[in-house]
Antibody
Framework: QITLKESGPTLVKPTQTLTLTCTFSGFSLTSSGMSVGWTRQPPGKALEWLALIYWDGDQRYSPSLKSRVTITKDTSKNQVVLTMTNMDPVDTATYYC???????????WGQGTLVTVSS | DIVMTQSPDSLVVSLGERATINCKSSQDVLSISNNKNYLGWYQQKPGQPPKLLIYWASTRESGVPDRFSGSGSGTDFTLTISSLQAEDVAVYYCQQYYSTVTFGGGTRVEIK
């Protein structure tokens, strides 16, 4: 059974750096073709993909956020970490991590974590 | 980056009737190497994460009812719900994963 769970702060101040952790089970991020990505959704708005990391360590980023976002993995802990710098109130959103493959898109999602940016 | 444009923004359909959602990509998402379109469709209900319905433009994910079907190739794609059920009320998103990842803006489906 594949599960993913996001964890991190629910409230951050403007200009701070957000660090979110995705802890997963039921698959190995060392297996060929596997990936874990982050997607966010502001309240009442559409999904916005942020970043993706592949089994081989290849990292991909949304062009619009590339300068602010970093994705890393710790395969020994079955975790993927997203950091986003210089947070702003417009970054208030539910942040999801999801598991996919190079072939199928994101078949498994965490429940998401709501991050509010406010002073 | 590839831009995904969905239409319509919202759709009101009677129970048992057909619902059709369109998705257009700004670039081709068809891989020449395996002749697969790297296009997925997701369903999202309120308070829930998205659920993958279709991948490779037309392959249903395991457990997805066969009233959901996907079609299209290259840059133009369609998600069809052949006979709308009450539990299909949701927002539907297309997604390309040919070149990194991009989601469409979503289509809200409601019951008339």
């Amino acid at each position: 059974q594949i599960t993913l769970k996001e964890s991190g702060p629910t409230l951050v101040k403007p200009t701070q750096t957000l660090t979110l952790t995705c802890t997963f089970s039921g698959f190995s991020l060392t297996s060929s073709g596997m990936s874990v990505g982050w997607t966010r959704q502001p309240p009442g708005k559409a999904l916005e993909w942020l970043a993706l990391i592949y089994w081989d360590g290849d990292q991909r980023y949304s062009p619009s956020l590339k300068s602010r976002v970093t994705i890393t993995k710790d395969t020994s802990k079955n975790q993927v970490v997203l950091t986003m710098t210089n947070m702003d109130p417009v970054d208030t959103a539910t942040y999801y991590c999801a598991h996919g493959t190079t072939m199928t898109g994101f078949a498994y999602w965490g429940q998401g974590t709501l991050v509010t940016v406010s002073s | 980056d590839i831009v995904m444009t969905q239409s319509p923004d919202s759709l009101v359909v009677s129970l048992g009737e057909r619902a059709t959602i369109n998705c257009k990509s700004s670039q081709d998402v068809l891989s020449i190497s395996n002749n697969k379109n790297y296009l997925g469709w997701y369903q999202q209900k309120p308070g829930q994460p998205p659920k993958l319905l279709i991948y490779w433009a037309s392959t249903r994910e395991s457990g997805v009812p066969d009233r959901f079907s996907g079609s299209g190739s290259g840059t133009d794609f369609t998600l069809t719900i052949s006979s709308l059920q009450a539990e299909d009320v949701a927002v539907y998103y297309c997604q390309q994963y040919y070149s990194t990842v991009t989601f469409g803006g979503g289509t809200r489906v409601e019951i008339k």
